[in-house]
């Protein structure tokens, strides 16, 4: 959309051009509610009464030339698979998370009207699976810890789900930036080695050598060696462990309510059908 009069119908006539330039093609319009709402106002048929949230009182006249520009555009270009071919084709796509406020004359313009459902459990667990996989090497994260937050994440959207694994993943990148002290990885496995005069070691940072975070008052604690003056090649990350992803997924929450995903299935049994 343009501030200016009839921008935002020229573009619509460039992008359709291109397409058709390049056919057979594929034109996907994302939220396209926002191009055309209902221009009667009505909702464009939410059949439960309530205001499509995308026409208001009725459109303004800039609206309403949009939402024109588009009709005669897709017509035109089912006009031309008509004459020339398949070859010709522009197949247009659409994307809205409000159906309800499309103008009625576009919904019917779209043949096919597919409701992409919440993730179900497969799908989630593919989702997780493929968002922590490659941060839990060495995190021990396990099948079952998968499994768990699946079923913790019923209702979820894959939005949702992919927040709690983004938080998930920066946990341990937290606790390094917060990390008091570090250590020299694998000490514990060598055996610890103090100095007589106390419990901590005092050094620089060798190239050659690999720390991890620990507490201050940890034993093997390298003094007067601050995290920030460790370089990222020396310092290790741990893994994300099962504990981080519960603390992300008891900290998130589904964005998508009950009477929100029921208003979803009502407007699928009337006018589209299920894409699960």
């Not at 499509?52 to 270009?77: C, F, H, N, P, Y």
Request: proline share 5%; glycine share 12%; net charge positive.
């Amino acid at each position: 959309m343009s501030k200016w009069v009839g921008d935002a119908e020229k573009a619509m006539r460039a992008a359709f051009q291109a397409a058709a330039a390049a056919s057979p093609s594929v034109l996907f319009l994302d939220e396209v509610d926002a191009l055309a709402t209902d221009r009667q106002g009505g909702g464009g048929g939410g059949n439960d009464g309530s205001s499509g949230g995308g026409g208001g009182g009725g459109s303004s006249d800039a609206a309403r030339r949009v939402t024109t520009e588009l009709l005669v555009q897709m017509q035109a270009a089912a006009d031309a698979v008509a004459a020339h071919g398949p070859s010709c084709r522009v197949l247009v796509l659409g994307a809205t998370n409000v159906p309800w406020a499309l103008d009625a004359a576009l919904r019917r313009r779209f043949e096919v009207r597919l409701h992409v459902p919440l993730p179900g459990r497969t799908a989630r667990a593919a989702l997780l699976r493929s968002l922590l996989g490659p941060t839990t090497a060495a995190g021990g994260l396990s099948g079952a810890d998968l499994d768990a937050a699946t079923a913790a994440t019923s209702g979820w959207s894959c939005a949702d789900i992919g927040v709690a694994a983004r938080a998930a993943a920066l946990a341990p990148l937290r606790e390094v930036a917060t990390a008091p002290a570090v250590r020299e990885a694998g000490e514990s496995q060598r055996g610890r080695t103090h100095s007589r005069g106390g419990g901590h070691r005092h050094h620089s940072a060798p190239a050659a050598r690999r720390y991890v975070p620990c507490a201050a008052d940890d034993p093997r604690a390298v003094l007067g060696l601050p995290p920030a003056s460790v370089s990222e090649a020396q310092l290790l990350v741990r893994g994300v462990t099962a504990a981080d992803v519960a603390a992300a997924v008891r900290a998130g929450s589904a964005s998508v309510g009950r009477a929100e995903v029921e208003r979803y299935h009502r407007w699928t049994r009337e006018f589209g059908m299920d894409g699960s």
